[in-house]
């Protein structure tokens, strides 16, 4: 019987993870740099508030769906609603699968994507400023 490597399999993860952000990640620094540059300071303030606002109504929404469903399974593993083994439990493993990524990772960088559009817009606020924007 062979021996599972391991350190092969969190390589392969990593680097696909890691190559799947690319996208993400330019958007994330490229839209204010746009907005700024096209449609003016106005138009990236408005910008930075949206995404302010929709940004952390939707980490809030996932970090406490994420818990919500991770509770819920703990809460049917007790005892309630069939217990282990019932059609439930099955149903709220399936919801925790989906909720702890939610809870542990995707609500939180929410966050993270909110302070980097920012920050890339306070560090080109300069060339922003002075520039009119075409429209």
Not at 29 to 39: N, R
Not at 78 to 87: A, F, L, N
């Amino acid at each position: 019987e062979a021996i599972p490597e391991y350190s092969k399999c969190v390589d392969i993860s990593t680097s696909a993870a890691l190559k799947e952000m690319i996208i993400p990640g330019a958007m994330a620094i490229i839209s204010p740099v746009v907005v700024g540059l096209l449609l003016g300071a106005e138009a990236l303030g408005g910008m930075l508030a949206g995404g302010l606002v929709t940004g952390v109504l939707m980490a809030i929404f996932m970090s406490n769906a994420g818990g919500a469903w991770d509770n819920a399974k703990k809460y049917i593993e007790g005892g309630k609603y069939g217990g282990k083994g019932s059609e439930a439990h099955a149903a709220a493993v399936t919801g925790d699968t989906v909720g702890d990524p939610f809870k542990d990772t995707s609500g939180p960088s929410i966050n993270i994507l909110i302070k980097l559009m920012t920050v890339v817009a306070l560090v080109l606020a300069p060339l922003i400023i002075g520039h009119t924007g075409l429209f």
